[in-house]
Nanobody, 114 residues
């Protein structure tokens, strides 16, 4: 079992920044890809950004140039730095980790509003 604990969500004004963190308790499992997904009300969950064990990254077109995913393998932690936030970034953000199976965090709310 891998447990994921997210933190860092909240309310921010348009143009502001937030940093999400997700700490994974490996329990002996080797974690491969880690990622952040998000789900806005009435919409499907979508991939925001992913990062492999050797730090290869991939981003949704809607966040390229504004969000940065990074990873500390020693701490089994993945981060999502979100800059220039827009109201359309409002969603519940979920951490994802892959071993032989997929694991999900409980989600953290990000709200971008005046």
């Amino acid at each position: 079992q891998v447990q994921l604990v997210e933190s860092g969500g909240g309310l921010v004004q348009p143009g502001g920044s937030l940093r999400l963190s997700c700490a994974a308790s490996r329990n002996g499992f080797s974690i491969k890809t880690m990622a952040w997904y998000r789900q806005a009300p009435g919409k499907q969950r979508e991939l925001v950004a992913s990062i492999t064990t050797n730090s290869r990254t991939d981003y949704a077109d809607s966040v390229k140039g504004r969000f940065t995913i990074s990873r500390d393998n020693a701490k089994n932690t993945v981060y999502l730095q979100m800059n220039s936030l827009k109201p359309e970034d409002t969603a519940v953000y979920y951490c994802y980790a892959e071993t032989r199976v997929a694991y999900w965090g409980q989600g953290t709310q990000v709200t971008v509003s005046l």
